[in-house]
């Protein structure tokens, strides 16, 4: 089994800060790529930024210059910085990542149950 556990969601008001933090555990051999998603309310869920295993990453235009993300190898985790947010960046933002498991099995995709980010004054 994986998990992905995410912290840090909440309300804040326009132009704040939040800090989100998504930490893989589990049967776990290869982390391939990890990162964040988000679902506005009607909307599909759309990329917000990822690490690949290389390094390399993924950032939407949405959010560049105002979002970071970042990781820590040791701890399976990833995080995202989000500075000078903005009503439509509300949204439930979710933890992705591409894993395989074992030497022998495949690579599959997990999710993390979501966390609420709401930009409100």
């Known amino acids: 089994q994986v998990q992905l556990v995410e912290s840090g969601g909440g309300l804040v008001q326009p132009g704040g800060s939040l800090r989100l933090s998504c930490a893989a555990s589990?049967?776990?051999?290869?982390?391939?790529?990890m990162g964040w998603y988000r679902q506005a309310p009607g909307k599909q869920r759309e990329l917000v930024a990822t690490?690949?295993?290389?390094?390399?990453?993924s950032v939407a235009d949405s959010v560049k210059g105002r979002f970071t993300i970042s990781r820590d190898n040791a701890k399976n985790t990833v995080y995202l910085q989000m500075n000078s947010l903005k009503p439509d960046d509300t949204a439930v933002y979710y933890c992705?990542?591409?894993?395989?498991?074992?030497?022998?099995?495949?690579?599959?995709?997990?999710w993390g149950q979501g966390t609420q980010v709401t930009v409100s004054s």
């Open positions: 589990g049967s776990i051999f290869i982390i391939y790529a």
């Open positions: 992705n990542a591409n894993i395989r498991r074992a030497v022998l099995s495949g690579r599959d995709d997990y």
């Open positions: 690490f690949t295993r290389e390094g390399s990453t």
